[in-house]
């Protein structure tokens, strides 16, 4: 899959080209480097350098739940086999109350910005009821062992 081509003042520039300029005009901005490495990520071959900006986005983040899990887990494995979550290197504590991370399906709906600023900034989501109980009992009796 090609990158989106966005013509600025004449200049024509795909998003993985924007977000690289943002991280040369502004090499502590976290965000700019996280940005580029989700645009790099859905570009074929680029895995590996999207891995590189996503730790440099978690160093200059290091509260960044997305970026510390890319690096953590790093890139899929050719085979598909499974990871195991590393261990947290410290305690996250958070005021946040379980219906500020809540979101049932309608209101994911009508404000998945919101969803996506909740995801960002607590790590998050609580999805209920976008299963049917069965699935939920199979999902259980997995997890269980």
């Known amino acids: 899959a090609d990158s989106p081509i966005f013509d600025l003042n004449g200049c024509r520039l795909s998003a993985p080209d924007c977000y690289r300029k943002a991280t040369t005009l502004d090499e502590s901005n976290g965000e700019a480097f996280k940005r580029l490495a989700d645009a790099l990520m859905v570009l074929p071959g680029k895995e590996e350098e999207a891995l590189e900006m996503f730790r440099k986005a978690g160093e200059l983040m290091p509260e960044d739940v997305c970026c510390a899990t890319h690096v953590a887990l790093g890139l899929p494995k050719e085979d ?8 947290l290197t410290k305690r996250v504590t958070t005021t946040t109350a379980l219906q500020d991370i809540s979101w049932t399906k309608e ?8 969803a996506a600023a909740a995801f960002e900034r607590d790590g998050v989501l609580v999805l209920p009821r976008f299963l049917e109980e069965d699935e939920v009992d199979v999902l259980a009796s997995a997890v269980e062992g």
């Open 80 to 87: 598909g086999a499974t990871r195991s979550a590393p261990p």
């Open 107 to 114: 209101a994911l709906e009508r404000d998945v910005d919101g």
